[in-house]
């Protein structure tokens, strides 16, 4: 058990630009969560794979915002034309079987400038 | 968006003392966890609670479970200077396949 990792730690960008994320999960486990969280606030919600399968998404997650698990192992977050509210902690979290604990990765750090 | 509150927002204590935080939520849940943070890193899975269960216990670490108000409790006993970080409660919702709702924590200082 490596644990869930997560590159880069920190990003920072120019509003209108791209950026990706990316999340390895445990090896084992076929469910991989997004969370995003901002300064002085739980985690909210972004999305939810089960191996390669997109099963739900938030209503935060915009047009802008696209997941992707394309062979069920690792994640890929992107945002387009970020913006400054986009701001924030994205956090990545596996878990072996539904109805028990996750396993968060370290978090990416976006600021957008 | 946010399940619910975590009470108190911030908590200060001494070395040795017990910390209580308690975490009210609004809907019907299978489970309740309880999740730490160091400043700006990510989240420590501390405890998970069944709906159908009222009371657990892990190490220093107590919590309880009351569904007819929607409420839990996470002890800390013979608080450490390490324990000082932010907690979180969250809840895996009833018909909501594994998504956490998290609540908007307590942030605990413990001091020597």
């Known amino acids: 058990d490596t644990g869930v990792s997560q590159d880069p730690r920190h990003k920072i960008t120019k509003r209108g630009q791209n950026v990706t994320f990316r999340c390895d999960p445990i090896?084992?486990?076929?469910?991989l969560y997004w969370y995003r969280q901002t300064l002085g606030q739980g985690p909210e919600f972004l999305t939810y794979?089960?191996?390669?399968?997109?099963?739900?998404k938030s209503r935060l997650l915009s047009d802008r915002f696209s997941a992707e698990r394309p062979k069920g192992s690792f994640s890929t977050l992107e945002i387009q034309r970020t913006e400054q509210g986009d701001s924030a902690m994205y956090l990545c979290?596996?878990?072996?079987?539904?109805?028990?604990?996750?396993?968060f990765g370290p978090g990416t750090r976006l600021t957008v400038t | 968006s946010q399940q619910g509150e975590e009470d108190p927002q911030a908590l200060s204590i001494q070395e040795g003392e017990n910390a209580t935080m308690n975490c009210s939520y609004k809907?019907?849940?299978?489970?309740l966890q309880w999740y730490r943070q160091n400043s700006g890193r990510g989240l420590v899975h501390l405890i998970l609670?069944?709906?159908?269960?009222r009371e657990k216990h892990s190490g220093r670490l107590r919590v309880t479970l009351d569904t007819s108000k929607k409420s839990s409790s996470l002890l800390i006993t013979a608080s450490r200077a390490a324990d000082t970080a932010s907690y979180f409660c969250?809840?895996?919702?009833?018909?909501?396949?594994?998504?956490?709702?998290f609540g908007t924590g307590t942030r605990l200082q413990v001091t020597l």
């Open positions: 979290a596996s878990s072996l079987v539904e109805r028990e604990k996750q396993y």
């Open positions: 090896s084992e486990h076929n469910r």
């Open positions: 794979f089960q191996n390669e399968a997109q099963l739900e």
């Open positions: 969250a809840t895996e919702n009833t018909g909501t396949a594994s998504k956490l709702t």
């Open positions: 609670i069944r709906s159908n269960e």
């Open positions: 809907t019907s849940i299978n489970n």
